[in-house]
């Protein structure tokens, strides 16, 4: 099992519609979540981050964790085509003495006018 | 701040040489972390700087594969012996020690093309 699995995708939704893209992962005591935004041929941009004690909201776009079944969310609501990218989520492992993000494969997303 | 810098951009090498790419690391950050990743994958970990120390090296590096980062600041990874099997976006990322909350911030990348 990885130690973060999302679906490839493609997520296709409608202009103005919310999209929810999800995460699990599999260390139960994983204290911290993150979702990266990344362009088609760009690196990485961090856009959420969560810690364990509650969701998060930011602007159009809201993070939520379910620690009972390990997965995390991220909902963008009035999706625009700008928001079409490819979603990437990471979880902190820590080993000596350090943490390392591990991230999944990423979800793509296709926002369509 | 002016963010993670990467050099070059690009890089298109012959397969069997050598190529070195650098990774200017935001000045206060002290944590410096060097990822691969290829078309439809998410980011590798390959390796991870704390100040002047190498503290881990992920099994994906083999020996062809080294990294430096001499005197905390900047840092730079080597590939001796390209193969095309090592093609793909080279990420660098840097974050301030606070006990691992913080996210990366990731550099542009370079993206390497043997042939």
């Known amino acids: 099992q990885k130690e973060v699995e999302q679906n490839s995708g493609p997520l296709s939704v409608p202009e103005g519609a919310i999209a929810s893209l999800n995460c699990t992962y599999s260390?139960?005591?994983?204290?911290?979540f993150f979702w990266y935004r990344q362009y088609s041929g760009k690196s990485p941009e961090l856009i959420m981050f969560?810690?364990?004690?509650g969701d998060k909201e930011d602007g159009r776009f809201t993070a939520q964790l379910n620690k009972a079944s390990q997965y995390v969310s991220l909902l963008i609501r009035d999706s625009q085509p700008s928001d079409s990218a490819t979603y990437l989520c990471?979880?902190?492992?820590?080993?000596?003495?350090?943490?390392?993000?591990?991230f999944g494969a990423g979800t793509r997303l296709a926002v369509h006018p | 701040d002016t963010g993670v810098s990467q050099n070059p951009r690009h890089k298109i090498t012959k397969r069997g040489q050598n190529v070195t790419f650098r990774c200017d690391p935001i000045?206060?950050?002290?944590?410096l972390y060097w990822y691969r990743q290829t078309l439809g994958q998410g980011p590798e970990f390959l390796t991870y700087?704390?100040?002047?120390?190498?503290?881990?090296k992920s099994r994906l590096l083999s020996d062809r594969f080294s990294a430096e980062r001499p005197k905390g600041s900047f840092s730079t990874l080597e590939i001796q012996r390209t193969e095309q099997g090592d093609s793909a976006m080279y990420l660098c990322?840097?974050?301030?020690?606070?006990?691992?909350?913080?996210?990366?911030?990731f550099g542009s990348g370079t993206r390497l093309t043997v042939v």
């Open positions: 000045s206060e950050h002290n944590r």
């Open positions: 969560i810690y364990s004690n």
């Open positions: 260390d139960r005591g994983s204290q911290s």
């Open positions: 990471a979880v902190p492992l820590f080993s000596g003495g350090y943490n390392k993000l591990i």
């Open positions: 990322a840097s974050s301030f020690r606070d006990r691992g909350r913080g996210g990366y911030t």
């Open positions: 700087f704390q100040n002047e120390a190498q503290l881990e």
